[in-house]
């Protein structure tokens, strides 16, 4: 008998579709340099096979799983716990498994604070938050808990930018409130740090979220979730403006570091995760 052992440690995700997704390519990168004998396997997970899904990866005794779209929010009847901040967001997209007990987390949220601590602490900070989708409602939330002094919400359906400001005001100490978007928005005076939450600007380097770009000042952070091009056409205005970009690769690569600490107990090198991405996508400066 050999002492070796065969026995991966199984991570992974489902979603669908789910063929663009690099995620595997950026966390088997980091197994791979710290020598962890784990897997991240992406597996395409139609929405009516979800629950076998789940049950497969308990009964497979994975330790975790992302989920990505469409299946956020179905995933959640299928757990154990949730953690505070997936309550409030209510979307999972990161769950552990433990003794067989399934806890759902969200790091949309908590992988873009990650990379915005590196240039700034957001505690009490103003907000200009574009987009009222599932990303922008995961990063309010989180901001929210940071301690932001205000979050200013901009939605072309205004509706939807109130539910997210007023999931700030109930669940937070932040103050929010909802802006229609209609025509260029205007960066309010007060305003530290800008953030497009939107879809627009993926897969496009010439789209740009329609905003008045003079209104953007030297000093303020303008951030991008968009993680593909990595320097967007925003990105690009605001640092020909003097403004400190924040390229949407940080929040996609924190997120994988915060899963794998929830599964494994270990800290990746984001280094390395972030190497892994920009050899897809490319360098963001
Ligand atoms: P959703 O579909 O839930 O939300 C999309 C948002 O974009 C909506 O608020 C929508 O506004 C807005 N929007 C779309 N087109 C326009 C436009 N032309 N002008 C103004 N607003 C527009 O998507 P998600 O929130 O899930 O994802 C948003 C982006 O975030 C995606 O591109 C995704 O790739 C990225 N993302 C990046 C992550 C990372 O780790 N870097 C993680 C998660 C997401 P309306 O409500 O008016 O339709």
Same mark, same amino acid.
């Given at each position: 008998m050999s002492d070796r052992i065969f026995l991966s440690i199984l991570t992974g995700s489902f979603s669908t579709p789910c063929a663009d997704n690099p995620t595997v390519a950026m966390i088997e990168a980091a197994y791979r340099h710290h020598e962890i004998d784990a897997r991240y396997i992406n597996c395409d997970v139609k929405p009516d096979n979800l629950a076998d899904a789940v049950r497969g990866a308990k009964?497979? $005794?994975w330790v975790g799983f992302n989920c990505?779209? #469409?299946h956020k929010v179905a995933v959640i009847e299928y757990l154990d716990a949730l953690s505070d901040a997936a309550k409030i967001i209510g979307a999972v997209n990161c769950v552990t498994i433990r003794d067989g007990r399934l806890t759902g987390d969200n790091t949309d949220g908590k992988g873009f604070l990650?990379?915005?601590? &590196?240039? %700034?602490?957001p505690r009490g900070k103003r907000v200009l938050l574009l987009g009222a989708g599932g990303a922008a409602r995961a990063?309010?939330? $989180?901001? &929210?808990l940071a301690g932001t002094a205000h979050i200013t919400v901009?939605? /072309?359906d205004p509706a939807k930018g109130e539910i997210i400001a007023a999931l700030v005001r109930d669940n937070t100490k932040s103050d929010a409130t909802a802006i229609p978007w209609k025509g260029a928005v205007e960066v309010p005076g007060d305003v530290d740090i800008v953030i497009n939450a939107t879809s627009v600007g993926l897969g496009d380097k010439d789209a740009i979220p329609e905003i008045a770009l003079d209104s953007l000042k030297k000093g303020h952070i303008v951030a991008d979730v968009i993680p593909n091009p #990595? /320097? %967007?056409?925003?990105? /690009? $205005?605001?640092?020909?403006?003097g403004c400190t970009p924040l390229d949407g690769l940080g929040m996609l690569v924190n997120q994988g570091v915060i899963g794998v600490e929830l599964w494994l107990g270990k800290t990746l090198d984001a280094a390395v995760m972030k190497r892994a991405l920009q050899?897809?996508? &490319?360098?963001?400066?």
């Open positions: 009964a497979m $005794e990505s779209l #469409p990650a990379s915005l601590k &590196g240039v %700034t602490d990063i309010a939330v $989180e901001l &929210g901009a939605n /072309r #990595p /320097r %967007t056409h925003l990105l /690009r $205005e605001a640092k020909a403006r050899d897809i996508f &490319g360098a963001a400066d």
